[in-house]
């Protein structure tokens, strides 16, 4: 499977208001930062209009080998987007993840057209990213979702990012599908949540031996995180998601989910990890009845 944006027309929104105006963000304290924005006459408001990729510059192919893909159907999830102004020029930039191939980040250089800017430590497949100022200096840091190791974390020095990643606290042997920044413990700082999936797909393994036992199936203790049964279906879990919570430095801690730091609806501890689950057909597991 490719997705060639070469062969795509690039589209566009230009919204903006048919008056000249300047809007002050509102300020509730010190920790904030307060930026005029100015609002530009257009007669293109509201209007969307076509780029072609040979003026833009934008020039990407998300690509999946046929045999990898074959052997893990993961692959086939799709891979992100993310954009911000990671410069400060006032011009929104583009980083677009690739799954099997190289993903890219682009510099927006005005009119419409974009400049491939080399990043550090891009190794890995990517399915995520989201770009955010997680130390408070006023830069846009570039966080980025691997296939199966976790977050890269570049850091935004003046323009210029630096990989940050092994000592981030980040590292590690999962799978982010997407991931949400909030300022959970209110200290002014963004955390990140992280919503995995699992790096390989269980149908990947060709088989799943059950045994049936008094009429249940009984899911093999290699399986028992991984596979349930429900309503009479074979479900399989995703990986458990994660909590990070920023400390010093653009360094984050884990939160453990199971030690009474979260409440349910009623108040009380909260010890179940948050897991995505999916269904799996039938025909992929093969159950087989004690002799």
Same mark, same amino acid.
């Given at each position: 499977?490719?997705?060639?944006?070469?062969?795509?027309?690039?589209?566009? $929104?230009? !919204?903006?208001?048919?008056?000249?105006?300047?809007?002050?963000? /509102?300020?509730?304290?010190?920790? *904030?930062?307060?930026?005029?924005?100015?609002?530009? /006459?257009?007669? @293109?408001?509201?209007?969307?209009?076509?780029?072609?990729?040979?003026?833009?510059? $934008?020039?990407?192919?998300?690509?999946? +080998?046929?045999?990898?893909?074959?052997?893990?159907?993961?692959?086939?999830?799709?891979?992100?987007?993310?954009?911000?102004?990671?410069?400060?020029?006032? $011009?929104?930039? =583009?980083?677009?993840?690739?799954? +099997?191939?190289?993903?890219?980040?682009?510099?927006?250089? &005005?009119? *419409?057209?974009?400049?491939?800017?080399?990043?550090?430590? @891009?190794?890995?497949?990517?399915?995520?990213?989201?770009?955010?100022?997680?130390?408070?200096?006023?830069?846009?840091?570039?966080?980025? &979702?691997?296939?199966?190791?976790?977050?890269?974390? @570049?850091?935004?020095?003046?323009?210029? !990012?630096?990989?940050? #990643?092994? #000592?981030?606290?980040?590292?590690?042997?999962?799978?982010?599908?997407?991931?949400?920044?909030? +300022?959970?413990?209110?200290?002014?700082?963004?955390? =990140?949540?992280?919503?995995?999936?699992?790096?390989? +797909?269980?149908?990947?393994?060709?088989?799943?031996?059950?045994?049936?036992?008094?009429?249940?199936?009984?899911?093999?203790?290699?399986?028992?995180?991984?596979?349930?049964?429900?309503?009479? %279906?074979?479900?399989?879990? &995703?990986?458990?998601?994660?909590?990070?919570?920023?400390?010093?430095?653009?360094? *984050?801690?884990? %939160?453990?989910?199971?030690?009474?730091? !979260?409440?349910?609806?009623?108040?009380?501890?909260?010890?179940?990890?948050?897991? !995505?689950?999916?269904?799996?057909?039938?025909?992929?597991?093969?159950?087989? $009845?004690?002799?």
């Amino acid at each position: 499977m490719v997705f060639d944006m070469r062969n795509i027309y690039i589209l566009f $929104l230009i !919204f903006i208001i048919s008056y000249n105006t300047i809007i002050y963000p /509102k300020c509730e304290n010190n920790n *904030f930062i307060k930026k005029k924005l100015t609002i530009t /006459k257009s007669n @293109l408001s509201g209007r969307f209009k076509l780029i072609d990729p040979t003026k833009s510059d $934008l020039n990407f192919k998300n690509s999946v +080998d046929e045999w990898s893909a074959s052997l893990n159907r993961t692959l086939y999830n799709g891979a992100g987007v993310a954009v911000g102004d990671y410069n400060k020029d006032g $011009l929104p930039d =583009i980083f677009l993840c690739s799954v +099997d191939g190289k993903s890219k980040l682009f510099k927006n250089i &005005g009119g *419409f057209t974009f400049r491939d800017e080399a990043l550090p430590n @891009l190794k890995h497949g990517h399915r995520s990213a989201v770009f955010a100022d997680l130390d408070g200096n006023d830069w846009l840091d570039l966080i980025i &979702g691997t296939i199966e190791n976790g977050i890269i974390l @570049l850091a935004n020095v003046n323009g210029k !990012f630096k990989d940050i #990643t092994e #000592t981030s606290g980040l590292k590690g042997i999962y799978s982010p599908m997407t991931i949400a920044l909030a +300022d959970i413990n209110n200290d002014s700082y963004i955390d =990140i949540y992280v919503s995995n999936n699992r790096s390989r +797909d269980i149908r990947d393994e060709g088989s799943v031996k059950l045994v049936r036992r008094k009429g249940q199936i009984i899911i093999p203790p290699k399986y028992k995180d991984r596979l349930i049964m429900s309503n009479g %279906v074979i479900k399989e879990y &995703g990986a458990e998601d994660h909590l990070f919570i920023i400390q010093i430095n653009m360094r *984050f801690d884990k %939160v453990n989910w199971t030690d009474g730091t !979260f409440l349910d609806s009623i108040g009380a501890g909260h010890y179940a990890r948050p897991l !995505f689950n999916k269904k799996i057909p039938r025909h992929t597991c093969q159950t087989h $009845l004690p002799t």
